[in-house]
């Protein structure tokens, strides 16, 4: 059975540090998604990460993926306030797109 | 076309009555998918359609819980005989061909039993 595992679960911190969010799954994947929630609100899809050793960037947000490793960090720099959200990675459990999620990081940016 | 639609966005209903939600997903998506979150869980995958095939409902949490997409367009998610267990967000999803691109979210239905 597929597992998604993400940690931390919560994490609080202050502006303009830079912190790593992990993802861990258990069986072997090509593929990986990350995506944001604000509260009450629905998901927003952040990177897709399509194989071994990819990489992406949008603004302050750095996603990888190893797959050897069954792990994928999302790494924020120097956060902002405006990053406060709560964090998921998903990973397809087939080629039907039928995704796993992990439980979430809610991350807390204080300013 | 704004995104994926769904209706209503808050339900409050009585325990064992019936509920239907509806997802419009955004134009020419040929794929739409139905998700259940909870509070402090990522979502939970229910089932997906492919046009007007649904490919997979073995996950589908039991048989009060069913599914359509009559033309291929729109879908709607019913539950029969509604509990407390069932309170929860219902997500909607649609994506395009090829499979290697993310899904869009609409903005869910929130589903209240008492």
């Known amino acids: 059975e597929l597992k998604v595992e993400q940690n931390p679960l919560f994490l609080s911190m202050q502006e303009g540090k830079n912190y790593t969010i992990y993802c861990n799954y258990s069986t072997t994947s090509d593929r990986l998604y990350w995506y944001r929630q604000d509260p009450g609100k629905s998901l927003e899809s952040l990177f897709v990460?399509?194989?071994n050793g990819a990489v992406k960037q949008e603004g302050r947000l750095m996603a990888s993926l190893d797959t050897k490793a069954r792990l994928s960090t999302l790494h924020i720099t120097a956060a902002v306030h405006d990053l406060s959200a709560t964090y998921f990675c998903?990973?397809?459990?087939?080629?039907?797109?039928?995704?796993?999620w992990g439980a979430g990081t809610k991350l807390i940016i204080k300013p | 076309d704004t995104g994926v639609s769904q209706d209503p966005r808050h339900k409050i209903t009585k325990r064992g009555q019936n509920v239907t939600f509806r997802c419009d997903p955004i134009s020419e998506h040929n794929r739409l998918y139905w998700y259940r979150q909870t509070l402090g869980q990522g979502p939970e995958f229910l089932t997906y359609f492919q046009n007007e095939a649904q490919l997979e409902k073995s996950r589908l949490l039991s048989d009060r819980f069913s599914a359509e997409r009559p033309k291929g367009s729109f879908s709607t998610l019913e539950i029969q005989r509604t509990e407390q267990g069932d309170s929860a967000m219902y997500l909607c999803?649609?994506?395009?061909?090829?499979?290697?691109?993310?899904?869009?979210f609409g903005q869910g239905t929130r589903l209240t039993v008492v």
């Open positions: 999803a649609s994506s395009p061909r090829p499979l290697n691109t993310e899904a869009f």
């Open positions: 998903a990973v397809p459990l087939d080629s039907n797109y039928q995704l796993i």
């Open positions: 990460l399509l194989s």
